[in-house]
């Protein structure tokens, strides 16, 4: 069972400490929330699981981390200028700024009147002054996708590694833009963070590439304990498309709010690489690109039997992190009925994704042997280097497992004082709720086999 309502997974998530507004203490800004103690493990989790998938695990892939501020130039030449706009109407009445493309009626959803203004095409880049002198002569955009990073360093790359292909260039880091209507908790913010790939291949197999990946990273979000039957395709319709793809497969997933775009899957063709390169007429292109006067590289690299100088054709899996935490968290969340009238919230996230690995609860708060005893457990399990572990010296048992279901921690090894004289814990499991005495010697193998088997829930 899945959240019932946003609501319910913001209310749990602030206050458990997954993700507070920014600058609540001041009313907040509009579209840009903060992660707190639990939502940067999570995210951190959600993110190192992507680049061991992505990376460690694959002999074709390197990885990068690139500038935020980007020069305008390589967002001219990538027309993201041009076109990485929104349709943007207003109400006359009440001045409520609107998406045209979100309306489901030509009515104000804030007054309900008519009267607005037509569609116009507002640009969804931030930009920022470069230097000290604000006279808008010297300007940077904030980057709108991770991509445009990566094929600027295509060549530094190529020639560092000396790959052939096909190989991947990965990435995970912030994006921003300045959405319309910034809404639905994480799910549609002005500052995100994306994971992005770009995968180069010869053309006539971007095709089966583009296939191949839709479904490694379908397979990927299943991993993470998305189920499948809230995950489907969007074949997007041409007259959609981005103005640099011929083809695109969103992975959409049910979000309470409904179902929505999780990840895109693009074929970039060959414009990014020549849209970045100079002399293109040289190049024999396949897509249509702007010619280019200001940049000194040739994106290019040699085909590994014949020798022959290429520009790749591109396929992006491009995933928002944001995006990703709110599905896992969705995913995660049931409220179970234990009888009697009571109820119990769990996080059922796989111990991978977890926020705190394990908690260790001495049975009483004040007592100095217990709380010693459970220090020493922490700090060896912390050594295993799997994650986070803490100690839970509330000195209220029942509370402290309640705690830990809620927040997803897939084991709480209580210390009484049984274990001072026979080195005897208990072990819970979250999801069982199951109780089983274990020799200290035991913990920690049964805890590194239970924290690093992916598929263990
Ligand atoms: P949408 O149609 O929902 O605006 P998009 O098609 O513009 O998304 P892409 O440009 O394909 O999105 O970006 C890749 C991924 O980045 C998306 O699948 C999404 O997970 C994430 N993403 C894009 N915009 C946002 C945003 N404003 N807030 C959070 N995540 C975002």
Same mark, same amino acid.
């Given at each position: 069972m899945t959240a019932k309502t946003m609501e319910e997974l913001v209310a749990l998530c602030k206050r458990r400490g997954f993700i507070y507004q920014t600058n609540e203490i001041y009313g907040g800004l509009q579209g840009l929330f903060d992660y707190g103690p639990l939502g940067v493990e999570l995210k951190n989790n959600l993110k190192q699981s992507w680049w061991s998938s992505m990376v460690y695990e694959r002999d074709d892939v390197e990885g990068l981390d690139a500038s935020i501020l980007t020069n305008p130039a390589v967002l001219r030449q990538s027309g993201h200028e041009d076109t990485f706009t929104d349709p943007l109407v207003d109400c006359r009445s009440c001045n409520a700024r609107w998406r045209a493309d979100h %309306?489901?009626?030509?009515? *104000? =959803?804030? *007054? @309900?009147?008519? !009267?607005l203004t037509e569609p116009r095409a507002f640009n969804l880049m931030f930009k920022t002054a470069v230097g =000290?002198? !604000?006279? @808008?002569s010297s300007f940077a955009y %904030?980057?709108?996708?991770?991509?445009q990073q990566i094929f600027t360093n295509f060549k530094n790359i190529v020639d560092s590694t000396s790959r052939t292909l096909p190989f991947g260039i990965a990435q995970i880091g912030k994006a921003f833009r300045n959405e319309v209507t910034p809404r639905n908790f994480i799910f549609r913010v002005r500052e995100f963070e994306q994971m992005e790939l770009e995968f180069f291949v010869e053309e006539g197999s971007d095709e089966e590439w583009h296939e191949i990946w839709v479904e490694k990273r379908l397979a990927w979000w299943r991993d993470q304990g998305v189920s499948e039957e809230n995950l489907k395709l969007l074949y997007v319709p041409e007259e959609d498309l981005s103005h640099y793809s011929k083809a695109t497969v969103d992975i959409m997933y049910k979000f309470p709010h409904g179902l929505e775009e999780l990840e895109g899957i693009a074929n970039r063709t060959d414009f990014d690489l020549g849209s970045h390169s100079k002399n293109q007429k040289d190049l024999n292109l396949t897509a249509t690109v702007k010619e280019n006067k200001s940049s000194n590289s040739k994106l290019a690299i040699q085909k590994r039997d014949t020798g022959e100088w290429i520009v790749p054709f591109v396929i992006e899996p491009s995933a928002g992190v944001d995006r990703g935490v709110l599905a896992v968290i969705n995913e995660a969340y049931k409220v179970e009925t234990l009888g009697e009238g009571k109820e119990r919230t769990v996080l059922s996230f796989p111990a991978h994704l977890a926020p705190i690995k394990a908690a260790v609860v001495p049975l009483?708060?004040?007592?100095e042997d217990l709380v010693k005893a459970a220090h020493e457990l922490k700090d060896q399990l912390q050594s295993l280097r799997l994650g986070r572990v803490v100690v839970e010296n509330s000195g209220n048992i029942g509370k402290s497992y309640r705690r830990h279901d809620e927040v997803g921690t897939p084991m709480c090894i209580t210390i009484d004082f049984q274990t001072l004289e026979d080195g005897t814990v208990t072990l819970r499991d979250r999801d069982s709720m199951e109780q089983e005495r274990v020799h200290l010697d035991m913990v920690g193998k049964t805890f590194q086999e239970r924290i690093v088997r992916p598929d263990s829930r």
């Open positions: %309306l489901e009626k030509q009515e *104000c =959803p804030a *007054c @309900g009147s008519t !009267d =000290p002198v !604000d006279d @808008g %904030l980057r709108p996708e991770t991509a009483k708060r004040n007592n």
